[in-house]
Each structure stands twice: as structure tokens, then as C-alpha cells.
């Protein structure tokens, strides 16, 4: 997981208007690439630098506790994994399964340490179920389509300050071209701009099924014709809930994203869905996308990579066409 949260608390620390410091944003970009070439020296050393300015973050004392455990300092590392708890950090299943922490899991204060993450978590997601249940979610069904058949479904995810309303936009056209019913719902959680963020792993899985749910509550879906596309931190989610769920969705729509093996979990069987991995050749994580491609086709992933020239991190210009063709792969329909 470290990987993941360390694009969460740069993009938080580059986004607050009160952490807006030019120190502090330099510091954020070399923490964030310390951490994903795992140059664990420089993880501690900028990320105790970045704690004397904001001592409340969480995930970066959890990945400075994983970078002590790397270097073979068992007390140091949890030593900050204690304070990453005690800081409110939420992600179970980090510390359950990332094997960065393995050297400290026989710890005698690991088990206490994930007890805490686990009651904060379990309180957590309970709060969030609650709210999302009652939270607006945009649907939106095409003019014309038949209402009494059953239609494809595309399930679209908005990135790190993205907002559903704004977002949709992005989408509409290409969904309607394939006669496909739109749903694109919010984060929930704030990122600090007015926007929204898909901040913990089992909230977002949540999300994703609900969204299903609320789709059919408007229009009939037809349950082998079901999509989850997304963009930035919304693509990560599509690759981690589209894979773990063979048989859910048919295809998988990432836009640039951020790949990371470590942390991306596939279920077994035969019902993969396939994936349309999109990206600019401009992006940082271009590079990312092409270890994907390669290894969903080694597992026997029917996928395909499109990496737009001159395009950073964002859509090409022929975006509903790319789209398009995109869901079309996806569904079959070529």
C-alpha cells in the first residue's frame, strides 16, 4: 500500500491552501519519489523533515515505520507505526498485508498497534456506509433508450478532487454512444479543494458495488455488460475492485493511473474482464501501465495499452472517441 498513500499525502500537501509553502511542496515530490523507487534512507530523512511541519500526518509515519523495518531497525519502525496509529491512520489492510512491515509482524507491540488501525477502521467504514447510503449519486440514461431493455452499464470514477458533477462531463458522450447507462459518484471524503477522494480501499469497493446497485434502482442492467472506468486515483481504484471481482465487471477502463503490483490483488478464475489501459506518454506513471499490460497478460488477462504522444496526466484530445473505442474493446464489441 505504501506507494498508493504516498500519492494521497503528496497530492494532500501540494492541494491545502495552507500547506501551499515552497519547502514543503519540494519536500512533497522528493518523499514521493524516495518512496516509490523504495530509497528508504531518504524516506526517513525527508519524511522527518515533512513531520516537523505537519506532526499530524498519518501515512507518512507509516511509511517511514516500513522504511525502518527495511533497514532493519525494528524499534525505530514501530516505534512510527505507533504514531501512524496514533495519528489516525485507517489502512487495515496495509498494515495486514504489506510486506514491507514483515520483518516487525513478530513485534510484541504489532498486534496491539493493528488492533487500534482495526477498531478506528471498523468505526470508520461504518460511518461512511451510513452516509454514503443517503449521499446523491449521479445517474444518468441515455434519451431514447429502449426502458424496457436491459442496458450496458459504465461506472465511472473521478480522480484525487474530483467531483461527480464535473466529472460526468467527461463521460456523458461516450456512454451514449454505446446506448450505456452513466453512474459516477463522489469520494465522499474531502481532499482539501472542494473535491473528493477515494482514500481508503474498502470504502471505494463499497462505493463501486452501490453504485451498481443504484443504477438498477433506474434503469434495467444488463449484469455481463457492466464497466468501471476511472481516471488518476480513480483508475487505481478501477484496476484494484475490477480485478478483485471476476465475473462483476466486463471490461476495465484506467486512465492514468498508477500501477503497483504490490498492492493490486487479482481474484482467480477464468472470468477475468478486460482492460483498456489508457495513458499519456507524457505521464509520470506511463511507465507503470506498461509493467500492467504486461503482467495482466501474463496472467491471462485479455488487455490492451494506448499511450496518447504529447498527453500528460490527462485525456487526449479525442477523448470521447478514444472512450469509445475503449468500452467498445471492452464489451466485445469491435
Not at 23 to 44: F, G, K, N
Not at 233 to 242: I, P, R
Request: hydrophobic share 45%; net charge negative; glycine share 10%.
Amino acid at each position: 500500500m505504501r506507494h498508493l498513500t504516498a500519492l494521497v499525502v503528496a497530492i494532500a500537501i501540494l492541494t491545502c491552501p495552507a500547506m501551499a509553502q515552497p519547502d514543503l511542496q519540494a519536500l512533497a515530490a522528493r518523499y514521493e519519489q524516495a518512496v516509490d523507487h523504495e530509497r528508504w534512507s531518504e524516506v526517513i530523512r525527508v519524511g522527518g523533515q515533512i513531520m516537523a511541519l505537519r506532526p499530524e500526518l498519518a501515512t507518512v509515519p507509516y511509511n517511514m515505520a516500513c522504511a525502518h523495518a527495511q533497514l532493519g531497525d525494528p524499534e525505530a519502525a514501530i516505534g512510527q507505526l505507533a504514531l501512524a496509529a496514533a495519528n489516525g491512520y485507517g489502512g487495515l489492510v496495509s498494515i495486514q498485508t504489506d510486506p514491507d512491515l514483515d520483518p516487525i509482524r513478530s513485534h510484541a507491540r504489532f498486534a496491539e498497534i493493528e488492533a487500534v488501525v482495526q477498531a478506528r477502521r471498523n468505526a470508520r467504514f461504518a460511518e461512511f456506509c451510513a452516509e454514503a447510503r443517503g449521499a446523491a449519486m449521479l445517474v444518468v440514461v441515455p434519451e431514447g433508450l429502449d426502458a424496457e431493455a436491459p442496458a450496458p452499464l459504465i461506472v465511472a470514477l473521478h480522480g484525487s478532487g474530483g467531483r461527480a458533477e464535473d466529472f460526468v462531463e467527461v463521460y456523458r458522450a461516450a456512454a451514449a454512444a454505446i446506448g450505456a447507462v452513466l453512474v459516477v459518484p463522489n469520494g465522499l471524503r474531502p481532499a482539501g479543494n472542494g473535491g473528493y477522494s477515494w482514500t481508503f480501499r474498502d470504502e471505494a469497493e463499497w462505493m463501486v458495488m452501490h453504485a451498481i446497485e443504484r443504477a438498477r434502482a433506474e434503469h434495467p442492467i444488463d449484469g455481463a455488460r457492466i464497466v468501471l472506468t476511472g481516471f488518476s486515483m480513480g483508475a487505481n481504484t478501477t484496476l484494484d475492485v475490477g480485478l478483485k471481482h471476476a465475473g462483476v465487471f466486463a471490461g476495465l477502463v484506467p486512465v492514468c493511473g498508477h500501477w503497483d503490483a504490490d498492492v493490486m490483488s487479482m481474484s482467480e478464475g477464468e472470468d477475468q474482464p478486460r482492460v483498456m489501459l489508457m495513458i499519456g506518454a507524457r505521464d509520470p506513471w506511463a511507465r507503470t501501465f506498461r509493467e500492467a499490460q504486461r503482467m495482466l497478460s501474463e496472467r491471462g488477462v485479455e488487455s490492451r495499452l494506448r499511450v496518447y504522444p504529447g498527453v500528460g496526466h490527462g485525456y487526449p484530445a479525442d477523448s470521447d472517441e478514444q472512450l469509445v473505442k475503449a468500452f467498445r474493446f471492452v464489451l466485445g464489441q469491435e
